[in-house]
């Protein structure tokens, strides 16, 4: 009996992305071997289901209630019932507007919050390699690019890292940097491109990084569908993001 309690605490946790490291690989093996773990994660997952479309249900039960509370009475006069027909049926159609919109506008919301807190939780500002020993321009000029980014004066690093690789291209580091500079100024479009950049070139350190911070663009510019190939590439190879990548991916599909 305690056994099932542990499984049921431990599963809630599993569903809402608060395992890692140890705990989600001990639970994985568990899941491997044990078709008990494997039927409460089952029916743990049709629970919230249930719920969350039993979300749906009452909405349309407080539809029904108000369609009967505005429906017409009888009038002797037709000519007055006629304009209290007309109105109740524009008052209908202006509440099941309304009520649309809200559930819209929570179905997107909530998107949103649930996207910004994965964001929160998991993404983090890339901290730099240590600088190459160089005495040139181009090296004088990307120590005051990291050294403006250090201070987070993010506007300035950006300026200074554009101008690094408008001397020298090849410097991967450099296109990562200026990537997670923008997504520091929510410019997360121009911060895809710099973190392309580096994925195409396919021979430097800094693909694990680029391939990583590319998806929580995905996320904030509402590109769904490419966040969930992004993390589930993560989530199938050999990265150190690996584990954080399944949980996103839970959270996300």
């Not at 019932?81 to 179905?107: D, E, G, M």
């Not at 649930?114 to 004088?140: A, C, M």
Request: include cysteine; glycine fraction near 4%.
């Amino acid at each position: 009996m305690d056994k099932k309690k542990n499984y049921t605490k431990i599963i809630d946790r599993y569903l809402d992305g608060d395992l890692n490291g140890l705990e989600l690989q001990t639970l994985e093996k568990e899941l491997d071997s044990s078709p008990e773990l494997r039927k409460e994660l089952k029916l743990q997952r049709e629970i919230n289901a249930a719920l969350a479309e039993k979300e749906v249900l009452d909405l349309r039960a407080q539809l029904k209630v108000i369609h009967r509370s505005i429906e017409p009475v009888p009038e002797r006069n037709m000519a007055r019932k006629l304009v209290h027909s007309k109105l109740a049926r524009i008052a209908a159609a202006s509440v099941v507007l309304l009520i649309t919109i809200a559930v819209f506008t929570k179905n997107f919301t909530g998107n949103r919050v649930n996207d910004d807190k994965i964001f929160n939780k998991y993404y983090e500002t890339y901290k730099p390699l240590n600088v190459r020993s160089g005495f040139g321009e181009i090296d004088k000029m990307y120590r005051n690019a990291l050294t403006a980014y250090q201070k987070e004066n993010y506007e300035k690093a950006l300026t200074l890292f554009e101008e690094v690789l408008e001397l020298d291209q090849s410097r991967m580091e450099a296109n990562l940097m200026t990537g997670v500079s923008n997504m520091e100024l929510d410019e997360y479009e121009e911060a895809s491109s710099s973190f392309r950049k580096v994925i195409n070139h396919n021979d430097n350190l800094f693909i694990e990084h680029a391939e990583w911070y590319i998806g929580f663009c995905y996320i904030k510019t509402d590109n769904t569908d490419k966040a969930i190939e992004q993390f589930a590439k993560i989530a199938s190879g050999n990265s150190l993001n690996k584990d954080k990548a399944k949980i996103i991916l839970r959270k996300i599909k």
